[in-house]
Nanobody
Framework: QVQLVESGGGLVQPGGSLRLSCAVS????????IGWFRQAPGKEREGVSC???????YYSDSVKGRFTISRDNAKNTVYLQMNNLKSEDTAVYYC???????????????????????WGQGTQVTVSS
């Protein structure tokens, strides 16, 4: 059974940093594309960042230059390092995986996670002074 568990969320001030973790089990992490998505109340789900099995990555325009996605296959964990956080980053963050063999941009950019079949429960990130 595929399972994904997010952690690392919390309350931070604007300009602060957080590192989210997604621990996965039930599949080989390095064989699939893994993505981070977020959703705020009343807003559509947004693809934040994805990393493919080949190492290619995608970032949304709103987080590019501030967030970094990485993967540790030995630890079966994917990370999202978030720097210079802004109030607009406040949302529930989810990790997910897909078996589709497309680029990270194609999977994570325009379709808002439609191609991802397995999801974690989410972790709350709140950026406020």
């Amino acid at each position: 059974q595929v399972q994904l568990v997010e952690s690392g969320g919390g309350l931070v001030q604007p300009g602060g940093s957080l590192r989210l973790s997604c621990a996965v089990s039930g599949f080989t992490l390095g064989a699939y594309t893994i993505g981070w998505f977020r959703q705020a109340p009343g807003k559509e789900r947004e693809g934040v960042s994805c990393i493919s099995s080949s190492g290619g990555s995608y970032y949304s325009d709103s987080v590019k230059g501030r967030f970094t996605i990485s993967r540790d296959n030995a630890k079966n964990t994917v990370y999202l390092q978030m720097n210079n956080l802004k109030s607009e980053d406040t949302a529930v963050y989810y990790c997910a995986t897909t078996t589709r063999l497309l680029s990270a941009r194609m999977l994570c950019g325009p379709r808002s996670g439609a191609d991802f079949g397995s999801w974690g429960q989410g972790t709350q990130v709140t950026v406020s002074s």
